[in-house]
């Protein structure tokens, strides 16, 4: 079993930019699919971001496309979501997800890991 750590929320300006990380630890970091989540107060959870265990393939969500990246960093065991242009409507409980059992996170993916959670706070 994977465990994982986020960090980097906050309280921002529309506008602004925040970095979210993903600590993973007790298993081989670079073997699993990694992902965020996110969800807003009143909906449902929802995909964000993701990447392939090597970090070749990068899939978004419709709605960060060009404003939010995935990466990750297989020799620190950490992923990262850089947000930037945020917006309002971005404000939610951002959650980072792993799967060892597929190659790559999707919108109808159900990881198996999950962290507890990051609020990210866009004020207008």
């Known amino acids: 079993q994977v465990q994982l750590v986020e960090s980097g929320g906050g309280l921002v300006q529309a506008g602004g930019s925040l970095r979210l990380s993903c600590a993973a630890s007790g298993s081989s970091f670079s073997n699993y699919a990694m992902g965020w989540f996110r969800q807003a107060p009143g909906k449902e959870r929802e995909f964000v971001a993701a990447i392939s265990t090597a970090g070749r393939t990068t899939v978004y969500t419709d709605s960060v496309k060009g404003r939010f990246t995935i990466s990750r960093d297989n020799t620190k065991n950490t992923h990262y979501l850089q947000m930037n242009s945020l917006k309002p409507e971005d404000t939610a409980v951002y959650y980072c997800?792993?799967?060892?059992?597929?190659?790559?996170?999707?919108?109808?993916?159900?990881?198996?890991?999950w962290g507890r959670g990051t609020q990210v706070t866009v004020s207008s």
């Open positions: 997800a792993a799967d060892e059992t597929t190659r790559i996170l999707s919108t109808t993916t159900s990881p198996r890991y």
